[in-house]
T-cell receptor, first 115, second 112 residues
Framework: DTEVTQTPKHLVMGMTNKKSLKCEQHMGHRAMYWYKQKAKKPPELMFVYSYEKLSINESVPSRFSPECPNSSLLNLHLHALQPEDSALYLC??????????????FGSGTRLTVV | DAKTTQPNSMESNEEEPVHLPCNHSTISGTDYIHWYRQLPSQGPEYVIHGLTSNVNNRMASLAIAEDRKSSTLILHRATLRDAAVYYCILRLPVQGAQKLVFGQGTRLTINP
């Protein structure tokens, strides 16, 4: 299995809702990432997990709450979002850094619309 | 974070080679150069990476300048399916993981 699977593919939520995005990989990668991508912009790093522990939080607002319950799963819990949070949310995974480490594998993303 | 500079857009013809340039003058000795591409409505896709030597794989070739301050991604025979945004990125080691910070990228158009 060489894929990163993200669910759902599309999500519409109200500003008072709580929802979760899910990401799964079975490549044995121990680093996982969340990115946010607005239309016609490059992806922006949000969170980095290494060995199931939060390694980096790029000053993301607390209405976004990541969780890594095991080495194959990464969740992003959403609460009280704003319309400007509407974007494509991308999950990625990689080997933990080594000299010969290859690249990230990205999922196809969850397109989130906040109404 | 170290930064890369790419042209906003490039255009080429089908079945011709394409050379996509990237400048990274602030690269440090341990930064790997990564290239990704993103097709419409998809997540980014890994293309190739290198440190100092030129690299080839089934998708592309990567030519790295001797001083490592620039690199060029080479698509040997472009097809319509190669139309995408191409990102040149410096991979930064950080706390047991990799950190890829995307620049603006180059939007490649392939003409039939």
């Amino acid at each position: 299995d060489t894929e990163v699977t993200q669910t759902p593919k599309h999500l519409v939520m109200g500003m008072t809702n709580k929802k979760s995005l899910k990401c799964e990989q079975h490549m044995g990668h121990r680093a996982m990432y969340w990115y946010k991508q607005k239309a016609k912009k490059p992806p922006e790093l949000m969170f980095v997990y290494s060995y199931e522990k939060l390694s980096i939080n790029e000053s993301v607002p607390s209405r976004f709450s990541p969780e890594c319950p095991n080495s194959s799963l990464l969740n992003l819990h959403l609460h009280a979002l704003q319309p400007e949070d509407s974007a494509l949310y991308l999950c990625a995974s990689s080997q933990v850094l080594s000299g010969t480490t290859g690249g990230y594998t990205f999922g196809s993303g969850t397109r989130l619309t906040v109404v | 974070d170290a930064k890369t500079t790419q042209p906003n857009s490039m255009e080429s013809n089908e079945e011709e080679p394409v050379h996509l340039p990237c400048n990274h003058s602030t690269i440090s000795g341990t930064d790997y150069i990564h290239w990704y591409r993103q097709l419409p409505s998809q997540g980014p896709e890994y293309v190739i990476h290198g440190l100092t030597s030129n690299v080839n794989n089934r998708m592309a070739s990567l030519a790295i300048a001797e001083d490592r301050k620039s690199s060029t991604l080479i698509l040997h025979r472009a097809t319509l399916r190669d139309a995408a945004v191409y990102y040149c990125i410096l991979r930064l080691p950080v706390q047991g993981a990799q950190k890829l910070v995307f620049g603006q990228g180059t939007r490649l158009t392939i003409n039939p």
